[in-house]
Every structure is written in C-alpha cells, then in structure tokens.
C-alpha cells in the first residue's frame, strides 16, 4: 500500500511562514512527478506547486511566496510557506505520480497516490 505522510501544518498569523514536509516509506518520490494540493472548505481541491524533473510549477496565487523542493537523500518533498494570508488557510496535501504530465499538474486526478492531509490556517 503506497502511503505518503504529511507533516508540519499548524496555525500562524497573516505574513507568517510554515514548511510542509511530505515523505513515504513505500514509495521512491525521486522515481515520481510530485505536487501540493490544497482543499478550503467549501471548495475543490486545487494544485499549489508541483515538481517534475527539471523543473516546477506554481499556482498563480501563490507564486514568490511558496517553494516547492525536495531532498532525494531524504526522501522529503517540502513546500515552503512565506507571506502567508488568511486566503491560504486549508487543508494541504502531497500527491505523487509515475505518469503525470507537466501539462497537467493542476488536475488532482492527474495523480494516483496522495497524503492523508495537513490543516494549515492563517488568521488575519
């Protein structure tokens, strides 16, 4: 069973940082596209950030404000979390596929195994 673990959310106030760590015991993330959704209530699951080989992607509400990486020795994808606004309070996830497409990063079902979910809120 492919188990991804999130870790780091918590509460902070606006112009606060946070830093998400992802990581898994049963999947190589170097092997895998990687990306951070996350979910407000009320809303759909939107993609965040996303990293592939050579490159990333970045949602337009959270660019120059989070960064995506990842530690192959670690086995950790992180997103950090700088500037933060109350409009960034929801649930985070980290996603992981084989065969996901640059193209199609933004698509939660572009990506077959997913984190259990960490509550990040931003009071104002």
């Known amino acids: 069973q492919v188990q991804l673990m999130e870790s780091g959310g918590g509460s902070v106030q606006a112009g606060g940082s946070l830093t998400l760590s992802c990581t898994s015991s049963?999947?190589?993330?170097?092997?895998?596209?990687l990306g951070w959704f996350r979910q407000a209530p009320g809303k759909e699951r939107e993609g965040v950030a996303s990293?592939?080989?050579?490159?990333?992607n970045y949602a337009d509400s959270v660019k120059g404000r989070f960064t995506i990486s990842r530690d192959n020795a670690k086995n950790t994808l992180y997103l950090q979390m700088n500037s933060l606004k109350p409009e960034d309070t929801a649930v985070y996830y980290c996603?992981?596929?084989?065969?996901?497409?640059?193209?199609?990063?933004?698509?939660?079902?572009?990506?077959?195994?997913w984190g259990q979910g960490a509550q990040v809120t931003v009071s104002s």
């Open positions: 996603a992981a596929d084989r065969n996901c497409f640059s193209g199609s990063w933004r698509h939660p079902q572009a990506f077959a195994y």
């Open positions: 049963t999947v190589t993330l170097r092997d895998h596209a």
């Open positions: 990293i592939f080989i050579g490159s990333t």
